[in-house]
């Protein structure tokens, strides 16, 4: 059982005091600046905390810091039960985020994309050597 009020006090203590590589991501998500796309941080999940949630596209991103890499185990267990719950996690090292924000900003607007629909005529292209679709 989750103490949702320790909790809550656990995740904006999060919020107040967050590690530089987060501060950097939330300046780039923030007040919708990526897309349109509304991102909150540090929100309770279940018994967990995500970094940060686009709750329209059921999406989690974690800046893993180095604790994460002793913890991958932990990690697996964690995503397997949030994507059980319906979201999709992507996680970023802290050199990701502060080396290539273009990629790791690119890669979440990617996750956000509406999936073409072949049956649509949507996601095909034709091939050069081929009269026929190819689905890509």
Not at 14 to 29: A, G, H, N, S, V
Not at 38 to 44: A, T, V
Not at 50 to 59: G, K, T
């Amino acid at each position: 059982m989750v103490d949702r009020a320790r909790q809550l006090a656990f995740a904006r203590a999060l919020r107040r005091e967050p590690p530089m590589t987060e501060r950097l991501l939330w300046k780039l998500l923030r007040d919708r600046r990526l897309d349109g796309l509304k991102f909150r941080r540090q929100l309770p999940i279940g018994r967990y905390v995500a970094d940060f949630v686009c709750l329209r596209h059921r999406l989690i991103i974690e800046a893993d810091g180095p604790h994460h890499e002793e913890r991958a185990e932990v990690d697996a267990v964690r995503d397997a039960w949030l994507a059980a719950q319906g979201f999709r996690v992507l996680r970023f090292t802290n050199r990701a985020i502060q080396g290539f924000p273009e990629t790791v900003l690119n890669q979440i607007l990617a996750a956000c994309a509406p999936n073409p629909s072949p049956l649509a005529g949507e996601g095909g292209s034709r091939s050069e050597t081929d009269e026929g679709w190819i689905v890509l």
